[in-house]
């Protein structure tokens, strides 16, 4: 990730912090791959691999199965299945994917989430 498109993902992060706020929702923080397959090859943090989930769990000493994740990308939610998540939770607004894990939920909107 070249240091443009890290500010832009930080102000954008700041933004989506600030709204869940508004809506009483509790934000810790976040993690991001800063890696390209292209430019820096493979890693375990890029989704759909859940080297990232792995280590936020480990950092805040959190339970899998007590734990959520909401995205966007169907990658997403295969990183949060791969963590054994108690819940993923696809957002998709074209209703064009179908859940196809026993911990696998979609909404149209993040409201519903």
Request: glycine fraction near 6%; aromatic fraction near 10%; proline fraction near 4%.
């Amino acid at each position: 990730m070249e240091r443009r498109e890290k500010k832009e993902f930080h102000e954008f992060m700041e933004i989506f912090e600030k709204r869940l706020r508004l809506l009483g929702v509790t934000f810790d923080g976040y993690s991001y791959c800063p890696h390209h397959p292209v430019f820096t090859g493979q890693c375990k943090c890029r989704k759909p691999k859940p080297g990232m989930i792995f280590d936020i769990l480990k950092k805040e000493s959190l339970v899998p199965s007590e734990c959520v994740l909401i995205g966007d990308k169907l990658t997403d939610i295969q990183a949060g299945i791969s963590a054994n998540l108690g819940m993923n939770i696809l957002l998709d607004s074209e209703r064009q994917w179908k859940a196809n894990h026993k911990s696998m939920y979609i909404v149209d909107s993040f409201h519903k989430a």
